[in-house]
């Protein structure tokens, strides 16, 4: 990387630098050349590739810019209506590959890149990815914003820049290790930052009763203390259209007022401290993807990145001369979980306590901009805070939130006379022991839309977890379906498949998923399509391949069938269902090595909370079961079991367009949507899966011919636990149950420690809350149909073509449409490209 690389044909020009519109591949060069000296003032001799990796991304962003300030153009005007969509996560993935795919500058750049002696693919690969989320929330949150640019509606992502994103993950002698993820360590070429952009947020305090310039009764709050939010500002591009989005992230600083106050007591030391403290408020994303315990750091980043977003749409509706009376006319906010559902009382203090509004207009407005988009059923991850904790953080939103729900029980109380029991049930304190707050209620009572993520998971959201609200307002609920991005999950992962694609379809699908991709079912019997189908999927599998002895050492057959299973670890996944069926497997192979079966690898990835024990020792489990599979003369040509570690977005992009078959088998019920699910059958994996969030969708739309089905359903499920389940039976009864199980337990896949694993399969002989017991043998019989249906390759290769062809539906486009007519209605302003 130590060349100059210039070749003689380029004129050495530096006149027009950075201002250069042009998008040859000369000018792209030019201008990568003069960032690297200019920006970074680096010898292009002497650069390391993350130099060039910056150079580069800084010559998109500026072409970027260019359509930014064109958008800003457009869409500052007070009757354009502006998504707000707050979340305290946003896991974007690397952003370099996208927005040159996006801007429609693949080519050029390539080119560009290649005249002074470089490969695009090492500066992509540079890319150290943010990890500002856990998992599917997050990284739906990223979708959105694509398609929200992709659509051109005029849209602001909110959230909190986190100098510390969802940590590393090493395996140690099997066993997950954390680091820490120091995202920022070589500098972020994408973000800018507003330092002019900043609001003071409080915390703690107390209130007190004052009169205003009219003689009326006020409430005044003064806080204990004082956090300063920074804007730090992503353009998101959207796909070969004019409009750039905003990602707007909240970096807490300490508040000049505050270090001044205490250098002047002469206290230097003090000041530096709490410098330091409020510092801490953004400094790492918690890891886990539910909450536990009353943190109460994770309270103060909900509220200060919700009070600095809140404000800046006020500062932006007062900017522009609009009127407060307006503000729901301007904003469209939705709270992504109730992790940003403070905004309920946060917006009815600042248009109250702030700018003097009465109660009942405030209230209106605030429900009127609100809405909010629930993500679990999962009773043990719906957000609740102490009293106490959350008096001692934002007094006066308890105040309000007592105000609200005060009135609230009383509709509720008018509306079902003498129904004591439902009024507490509905209650948004919850009064049976420690009391607390429910921010499900919270979210649910302020908004005038509440949605669920599938069609199944807003079923038993209506019928179950927020029946009594469903009961009383029952067209506030509805569903939007999540989807995922087809330009990263398709487009940019899958270039091979992409470009199959549009041979024969042409390119409109990258837009017009849904209603272009079906035109591919016409090409499901012609052998020579399928033909080349089947070579895009193999050198697919042979760059997954290429991943996993990079990082494992194990070498893996492409030949075989890819049997992936990538998400975060969560008993209710049941990953260790997916391995029970390899200890099956393994031992069917080895009493009946004649079994005509398909070579298999299964791949495993994903994370588990570093508290969640049982999630790390299924970890554990699935090394122990590798080692013992991958090493055994007998099987080791038809097995292999590997654990791809760290997965995360970047990762995820070699695993899907690699994976032959796409393992979604929670338990029915659990899973909200997923969203895995549907990057998998995208890129033509055949999914085995239970009848779970977004499953029961992608199966009714590739045709239940088209999936590999097992399991019980909701209902089923629901029963059994109400009928009193007991997991020993199927112990009993199976003997391909039992022999895995003795095996776990008896050290087969521990060296001889009969410890180890007690843990796990005393959990599910005694209890087994998941059921998995209930559905492995349903799930081993549908996993011998997909065996014997990997070894007719031609019609498992039709199917892989009919679930591409039918799962366009499953694109975020169609999901941000659903939003924008059903909750927001706001409509697309398109931006003249500059
Ligand atoms: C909350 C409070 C305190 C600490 C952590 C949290 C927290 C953080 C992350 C709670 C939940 C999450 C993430 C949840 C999540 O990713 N849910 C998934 O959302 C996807 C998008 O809708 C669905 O597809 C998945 O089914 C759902 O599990």
Redesign the pocket.
């Known amino acids: 990387m130590a060349q100059e690389p210039r070749p003689a044909s380029f004129p050495p020009s530096s006149d027009q630098n950075l201002h250069n519109n042009d998008a040859s591949p000369q000018a792209i060069a030019r201008a990568i050349l003069d960032s690297l000296r200019y920006v970074q003032g680096r010898l292009p001799r002497i650069a390391t590739r993350n130099d060039w990796y910056i150079a580069l991304a800084l010559t998109v962003r500026e072409r970027m810019l260019r359509r930014w300030i064109a958008t800003l153009q457009t869409i500052l005007r007070p009757d354009v209506r502006v998504v707000s969509y707050l979340s305290?996560?946003f896991l974007m993935g690397p952003h370099l590959g996208n927005t040159i795919v996006n801007l429609g500058l693949l080519d050029d750049t390539r080119k560009a890149v290649e005249s002074l002696g470089l490969d695009l693919d090492d500066l992509l690969a540079q890319e150290e990815e943010p990890g500002l989320?856990?998992?599917?929330?997050?990284?739906?949150a990223a979708c959105y914003l694509d398609s929200l640019a992709t659509l051109e509606i005029p849209a602001i992502g909110y959230g909190i820049r986190y100098e510390f994103g969802i940590f590393d993950q090493e395996i140690r002698d099997g066993w997950q290790a954390e680091t820490t993820d120091k995202w920022l360590r070589y500098g972020n070429p994408w973000e800018i930052l507003r330092p002019e952009i900043a609001y003071d947020v409080g915390f703690g305090g107390r209130t007190e009763w004052v009169r205003d310039a009219e003689g009326r009764a006020r409430v005044r709050w003064i806080p204990e203390r004082l956090v300063k939010g920074i804007a730090h500002d992503t353009p998101v591009s959207g796909y070969r259209v004019g409009t750039v989005g905003l990602l707007r992230l909240w970096k807490a600083e300490a508040c000049e007022s505050f270090d001044f106050q205490a250098f002047n007591l002469g206290d230097y030391y003090g000041a530096v401290e709490e410098k330091v403290a409020s510092e801490n408020l953004t400094k790492v994303l918690?890891p886990?993807?539910?909450?536990?315990g009353g943190?109460r750091l994770?309270l103060e980043q909900?509220y200060f990145f919700v009070s600095c977003s809140l404000r800046d749409m006020l500062r932006m509706l007062l900017g522009w001369g609009g009127r407060l009376e307006d503000f729901h006319e301007l904003f469209a906010v939705q709270l992504n979980?109730?992790?940003p559902s403070i905004a309920v009382a946060e917006l009815m203090r600042l248009l109250m306590d702030e700018h003097g509004m009465e109660w009942d207009p405030a209230w209106e407005m605030t429900r009127r901009t609100l809405a909010y988009?629930n993500?679990?059923l999962l009773p043990e991850?719906l957000?609740t805070w102490p009293l106490p904790l959350f008096a001692s953080v934002l007094p006066r939103h308890l105040e309000i939130i007592y105000e609200i729900n005060r009135r609230f029980l009383d509709e509720v109380r008018l509306r079902f006379p003498g129904d004591e029991a439902r009024v507490a049930r509905m209650s948004i304190i919850d009064e049976g022991g420690e009391r607390r707050v429910r921010m499900a209620h919270l979210a649910t009572v302020g908004s005038h839309a509440v949605n669920g993520?599938?069609a199944l998971?807003t079923r038993l959201l209506a019928s179950d977890v927020l029946r009594d609200f469903h009961e009383l307002e029952p067209t506030k609920f509805l569903n939007v379906t999540?989807g995922v991005t087809p330009r990263r999950f398709l487009l940019l992962a899958n270039p091979g498949l992409a470009s199959l694609i549009t041979e024969r379809i042409g390119e409109r699908w990258v837009r017009h998923t849904e209603e272009e991709l079906v035109r591919l079912e016409a090409f499901a019997g012609d052998a020579g399509f399928l033909d080349a189908w089947r070579r895009v999927k193999r050198e697919n599998k042979e760059r997954l391949a290429a991943l996993v002895r990079e990082r494992t050492g194990i070498a893996v057959d492409p030949e075989s069938l890819f049997d992936v299973q990538v998400k975060?670890f969560h008993e209710y996944k049941r990953q260790h269902l997916n391995v029970l069926h390899i200890v099956a497997l393994y031992n069917r192979l080895r009493a009946n090595p004649a079994a005509e079966l398909p070579p298999r690898t299964f791949v495993f990835g994903g994370k588990a909370a570093p508290g969640y024990f049982a999630a790390k020792l299924i970890i554990r489990l699935i090394h122990g079961v590798a080692e013992v599979v991958n090493a055994d003369p007998l099987t080791r040509d038809r097995l292999r079991v590997v654990f791809v570690p760290d997965f995360n977005v970047t990762v995820g992009q070699t695993i899907y367009p690699a994976a032959d078959l796409s393992e979604q088998i929670s338990t029915a019920g659990k899973?909200?949507?997923?969203?895995g699910n549907m990057k998998f059958a995208m890129n033509g994996a055949l999914t085995i899966g239970t009848l779970d969030?977004?499953n029961v969708e992608i199966r009714e739309a590739v045709g239940e011919e088209n999936f590999f089905l097992f399991g019980l359903n909701a209902d089923e499920v629901q029963s059994l636990r109400a009928g009193g389940y007991d997991p020993r039976r199927h112990y009993q009864e199976n003997p391909e149950l039992r022999e895995a199980l003795d095996q776990i337990a008896g050290g087969r896949f521990s060296r001889g420690d009969a410890r180890l694993f007690r843990p796990l399969v005393h959990g599910l002989l005694s209890r087994d809350e998941y059921f998995l017991l209930a559905d492995f043998a349903s799930y081993v019989a549908c996993q011998e149909r997909v065996g014997a249906g990997f070894l007719e390759r031609a019609r498992w290769d039709r199917m892989s073509v009919l679930n591409v062809a039918r799962v366009g539906r499953f694109s975020s486009d169609r999901s941000i449409r659903e939003y924008a007519e059903k909750i927001w209605e706001v409509r697309a302003i398109p931006v003249e490209p500059a």
């Open positions: 305290a996560e989320g856990n998992g599917g929330l997050g990284r739906l918690y886990n993807d539910e909450p536990q943190k994770r909900q979980d109730t992790h988009t993500h679990t991850a957000e993520v599938a998971h999540n975060r899973e909200a949507s997923g969203t969030g977004a």
